[in-house]
């Protein structure tokens, strides 16, 4: 029974934590007007300030700072010393909702850090799993993705009079009523990619703009042999041809099986954690007077 | 026509995941990854608080999709996710301090193993890991640690995890390790990778500086175990930068003039150099480059020293840039008839917290440690905290198409270039053909490589006294800032046999007129320094152009490379400082100009 409690994880974390708060103690009054600056109470201060309770890594480092840190840790300790002792003597700390919530902050940081991975239950099979995954599958949906190609007429084009959506719906009559091909087609210089493939709609806004792929997800048919537009962009006018389009998809559970069992093991995290913060909360009684 | 025709042939090809097999405008496609990174296997890493970021893990975070990071536990995710990936975990007691704090039941079996477990189960474990670093520093390994049992479970794990991830046509997992050699705390570092599958990988043992720190060793071996298992390998030094003026040098590892079969094995194997990554970068610095207004980007020369006496040499500080290095090996050419540093130039992150990041406003930091705005004080290294590190860079890559072996083909032919971070698209041929307007044309990729060859190779000579001229074009990363300018470096050796060097301002945006010196005026900030928010009302989108070097002379080798600026951005450690509700420090930039680096082209005359 002793060794089981030994073992608690939270325990040794208020132990240390009670230890360091002692040596803090021991060595500090925070009524007085004398602020002692030690070695000790730059270590403990190293330690809180960076979240870091290693004691031989603060001592070392400690005694390898150089003149002008340790000049520049003694000035910041003091200047919060000084500060956190006025503000107690002006009763600061009492009735402060931001002291309160920052206590609760802490109280949860403790529960959550004592709930790491190893204490994670595996799955033992795989019926849990796919239970699992039939209550998430919205989780696992798959994006739609497009594959196309496009002719550019550019707004800044110097070599003709006519404008970007002129050049753009000639070439779009020439390519799907004449005979001449692409060939014939003067389209100018794009500066990403003139096909695209299995592509989201995220990828092709940040190249063309976001009405721009909204047009050609919701706009367009999939046809190898129809060119269709033209459809703006910031940087001018598009024609475009749809190979495919894959659209929204939900996989199947063994495509997707390690993920799964990767968010399984955290939501069992996440579940555990609240069950830490819900056995603290279980040993208050609540009496209610309304 | 040309290129619809190529694509469409490749079109038919294609298995159905694919349309098409190229995305390009042209016969390559722009990929972008990460060459260089460490997971929760490297030593260092867990000890600096990445225990759970796995190479599994890492792979996911590379293909885009959300993870937690470790110590901060939050959940984080790429704006863009990357097209490709190699894990390249230290050799030397790689996965050790893992199974040690996991207390690995066959470790515990041995004596030092066994000891060790003890320690950490009794608050010691810092003393195991400086107990560790002193093997690693010393090159002499614990064998019960550095066993083949050990070595070949991690490795296993390592090759294991980028088989599952690979995904021909969509993502490339790329096999590979961190050979570590750290003489007196001088960084030789390489990572290596190769195209093979799990298949040549399980033939061998990666080589560490357990074995040998001296890199003509590592390449002997690579030669060596290539010819007995088929492994194409590639290897890539990194941080020159904080090589103590030991990367580039004119001499062998035994202080011996650079020979003929020296240079010839060096740039076999390493036909890549990483120019920029989160340890700094390492292009140039204004002791070496003057005349350069740029130079100084991110400059880092923290040695990793943990003890040890350094021995006094005579200061070489152009053996710790790669820009001297690129000039160097001109001069050696000139002299034993083979360029040791003929390389093209990549980024890649070393990020050790597996997660391959280098966005300025969603960077996770060197290390776990220093991945939370309030870790950047802490010491990752002796010396050295979150804010020294630089958020970057990346590798990209102009293959054929995402596989593994269109990825490596490409770095061994150096068409590929690096960033430091953002990912600028940049397009650099050379040739004697060009015209102006090429540089507007719709088909200018086609045109590149009809006309002329691009970076990474050799520009023939032309046997007429005409110049060469460069066909450029640099587009910006389309969910980052602009672009500020384009400009070309030019090295050569002149007629005493002396590198000389030179940057031209090639393009730019605006209607900014070039001063007589070639300068052009800053282009402007916007950075809001109360909020981290900039604006895209400077800068442009896209610079072509078509340059001629007026000053060529064609008995005079030389290698040219581009250059490409950003507008200025808030570097990572605003946000961090915003964060935290504090000044941003002094000593730090707080706004910064990214950058790409294209591969050189080079001229050799007849």
């Known amino acids: 029974m002793i060794s089981q409690i030994f073992r608690e994880p939270l325990l040794h974390f208020l132990l240390l934590g009670g230890f360091i708060y002692w040596a803090f103690e021991a060595s500090s009054d925070d009524s007085t007007d004398t602020i002692l600056v030690d070695k000790k109470n730059l270590l403990t201060f190293m330690q809180y300030r960076y979240q870091a309770f290693d004691p031989q890594q603060a001592d070392k480092t400690f005694n390898n700072l150089p003149p002008e840190k340790l000049q520049a840790l003694i000035k910041e300790y003091t200047r919060e010393e000084a500060l956190y002792r006025q503000a107690l003597s002006l009763n600061l700390d009492k009735n402060d909702y931001i002291i309160k919530k920052r206590l609760i902050q802490k109280m949860e940081y403790i529960a959550e850090d004592f709930n790491l991975p190893d204490n994670a239950d595996t799955p033992d099979n795989e019926q849990t799993l796919i239970a699992y995954f039939n209550g998430h599958q919205q989780d696992y949906v798959q994006p739609d993705y497009i594959t196309f190609t496009h002719q550019f007429f550019s707004n800044d084009s110097k070599t003709t009079s006519l404008s970007a959506q002129q050049r753009a719906l000639q070439a779009l009559d020439q390519l799907n009523n004449g005979d001449s091909g692409l060939q014939a087609i003067k389209q100018d210089l794009f500066m990403y990619n003139r096909h695209y493939a299995e592509r989201p709609q995220s990828l092709v806004a940040s190249h063309f703009g976001d009405p721009f792929a909204q047009q050609l997800f919701t706009q367009t048919t999939v046809n190898e042999a129809l060119w269709q537009g033209p459809f703006e962009s910031p940087h001018g006018w598009h024609i475009v041809k749809v190979f495919k389009r894959q659209p929204e998809k939900y996989p199947e559970f063994a495509e997707i099986k390690d993920q799964v069992k990767e968010d399984y093991l955290r939501e069992q995290l996440r579940q555990q954690k609240q069950q830490s913060i819900e056995k603290i909360v279980d040993q208050y009684q609540t009496k209610v007077e309304l | 026509m040309k290129t619809l025709t190529s694509t469409f042939a490749l079109l038919a090809l294609s298995s159905s995941l694919q349309v098409f097999a190229n995305e390009g405008d042209a016969p390559t496609v722009l990929l972008w990854g990460d060459t260089h990174l460490h997971t929760n296997l490297s030593p260092d890493a867990y000890v600096n608080k990445n225990t759970n970021v796995d190479p599994d893990t890492a792979y996911r975070f590379a293909k885009g999709l959300p993870v937690m990071s470790d110590d901060t536990r939050a959940k984080v995710r790429l704006h863009t996710p990357l097209d490709f990936l190699a894990v390249t975990d230290h050799a030397e007691y790689a996965g050790v301090p893992k199974m040690l704090w996991d207390g690995d039941e066959e470790l515990s079996k041995t004596k030092t193993g066994a000891r060790y477990i003890e320690m950490i189960k009794n608050g010691k474990g810092t003393d195991v890991f400086f107990e560790l670093i002193a093997d690693v520093n010393a090159a002499k390994p614990n064998m019960e640690l550095h066993s083949q049992r050990v070595r070949d479970t991690v490795w296993k794990e390592i090759y294991e995890a980028a088989e599952k991830h690979n995904e021909p046509g969509k993502f490339t997992a790329l096999i590979g390790w961190e050979w570590s050699s750290l003489p007196n705390g001088s960084n030789l570092h390489r990572v290596v990778f190769m195209p093979e599958d799990a298949s040549v990988a399980e033939k061998f043992t990666p080589y560490s500086a357990f074995e040998s720190d001296r890199p003509e060793d590592l390449w002997n071996w690579l030669e060596k175990t290539a010819d007995e298992t088929g492994a194409n390998f590639v290897a890539i030094p990194h941080?020159?930068?904080?090589?103590?003026?030991?990367?580039?040098?004119?001499?062998?590892?035994?202080?011996?003039?650079?020979?003929?079969?020296?240079?010839?094995?060096?740039?076999?194997?390493?036909?890549?150099?990483?120019?920029?990554?989160?340890?700094?970068?390492?292009?140039?610095?204004?002791?070496?480059?003057?005349e350069d207004e740029f130079a100084d980007f991110e400059t880092y020369e923290h040695l990793i020293k943990v003890g040890g006496t350094e021995e006094e040499k005579e200061a070489d500080p152009a053996a710790s840039y790669v820009r001297s290095a690129l000039m160097r090996g001109l001069e050696i050419e000139q002299k034993v008839g083979i360029n040791p540093y003929k390389a093209g130039l990549v980024g890649s992150t070393d990020a050790h917290t597996g997660l391959a990041s280098t966005e300025e406003d969603n960077f996770w930091g060197k290390f776990s440690l220093d991945s939370k705005p309030e870790g950047k004080d802490l010491e990752g290294a002796p010396g050295v905290t979150g804010w020294d590190m630089s958020a970057s860079g990346l590798a990209a890559v102009w293959a054929k198409e995402n596989t593994r072996e269109a990825i490596v083909e490409a770095f061994k032919r150096k068409e590929v270039y690096g960033t430091s971070g953002p990912r600028i698209k940049l397009?650099?041929?050379?040739?004697?053909?060009?015209?102006?307007?090429?540089?507007?044309?719709?088909?200018?990729?086609?045109?590149?490589?009809?006309?002329?060859?691009?970076?990474?190779?050799?520009?023939?000579?032309?046997?007429?006294?005409?110049?060469?001229?460069?066909?450029?074009?640099?587009?910006?990363?389309?969910?980052?800032?602009?672009?500020?300018?384009?400009?070309?470096?030019?090295?050569?050796?002149?007629?005493?046999?002396?590198?000389?060097?030179?940057?031209?301002?090639?393009?730019?945006?605006?209607?900014?007129?070039?001063?007589?010196?070639?300068?052009?005026?800053?282009?402007?900030?916007?950075?809001?320094?109360?909020?981290?928010?900039?604006?895209?009302?400077?800068?442009?989108?896209?610079?072509?152009?078509?340059?001629?070097?007026?000053?060529?002379?064609?008995?005079?080798?030389?290698?040219?490379?581009?250059?490409?600026?950003?507008?200025?951005?808030?570097?990572?450690?605003?946000?961090?400082?915003?964060?935290?509700?504090i000044e941003h420090p002094e000593e730090y930039d707080a706004v910064i100009q990214e950058r790409a680096y294209s591969s050189p082209i080079w001229y050799t005359p007849k």
């Open chain 2, 239 to 290: 941080g020159s930068n904080i090589s103590n003026d030991l990367m580039f040098q004119n001499v062998d590892s035994d202080g011996n003039a650079i020979t003929k079969e020296y240079a010839k094995t060096r740039i076999r194997w390493e036909p890549v150099i990483e120019i920029t990554q989160i340890k700094g970068d390492s292009e140039t610095k204004s002791e070496l480059s003057p």
């Open chain 2, 427 to 581: 397009r650099v041929f050379a040739g004697y053909d060009f015209k102006d307007n090429d540089a507007e044309s719709a088909d200018l990729a086609n045109i590149g490589y009809d006309k002329g060859v691009p970076m990474g190779s050799d520009l023939p000579p032309a046997g007429k006294r005409d110049n060469p001229k460069l066909l450029i074009q640099a587009v910006k990363d389309p969910i980052d800032a602009n672009l500020d300018r384009v400009q070309v470096v030019k090295g050569w050796v002149d007629d005493s046999g002396k590198a000389q060097e030179k940057v031209y301002n090639v393009a730019w945006s605006g209607e900014r007129k070039q001063s007589s010196d070639g300068s052009i005026e800053a282009v402007g900030n916007t950075v809001d320094m109360d909020t981290g928010l900039y604006t895209n009302d400077i800068g442009t989108e896209q610079l072509t152009v078509v340059w001629e070097d007026e000053d060529f002379d064609p008995d005079m080798r030389a290698f040219y490379y581009v250059r490409v600026l950003q507008i200025p951005t808030p570097r990572h450690t605003l946000f961090d400082a915003l964060a935290l509700g």
